[in-house]
């Protein structure tokens, strides 16, 4: 009589374990918000197709995987030293913030005022031994308008890590 009652239990444990495992599957499943391809429909996508190398962002600080073979070249090219600065700029030129690799960089996701977010945002670019994560803003209409980034230690998982805040911003005015 007991070992019927196992054997009648065996099926419905059998169910619950599967029900588990598909949650967990399904948990799992869903968009990966770091890579930033088409996410906001803000921006526009330049002419060549950008690859998605999952953790390649991550790797360098910056809140993008994509991996862009060629950038459009911008009219305008802003350093990360030069915080608290004023951009003059006109209308239709292509801005564009480099920020120096080895810290975990966030920074606008959508368009700013006079500034039209280009996507993909906040991905690597190497030139030489130069690493750096890019955002490329058009500029759409006359106007002022503020851009502002913040970094954070890039940590290995595991290692001591420094806990600080770095803001950066930028002043634009389109003419």
Known sequence: M?????????????????????????????????????????????????????????????????????????????KSGTADTTITAHVGNLIEFDLSSGQRWNGPTSSLGTLQLQV????????????????QFVARNTGQTQVSFTARALCKKGAMCPHYALDLTYNVVVK
């Open 2 to 78: 007991y070992s019927a009652g196992v054997i009648k239990n065996k099926p419905f444990l059998m169910i619950i374990s599967l029900s588990i495992a598909l949650a967990f599957v399904l948990a799992a499943c869903g968009t990966n918000s770091s890579t930033n391809v088409g996410s906001t429909g803000t921006g526009t996508t330049p002419t060549a197709s950008p690859t998605v190398v999952k953790g390649y962002g991550a790797s360098y600080g910056c809140p993008s995987d994509v991996v862009n073979a060629t950038p459009p070249t911008p009219n305008i090219r802003v």
């Open 120 to 135: 993909p945002y906040g991905y690597v670019w190497k030139t030489g031994n130069t690493t750096t994560c890019v955002w």
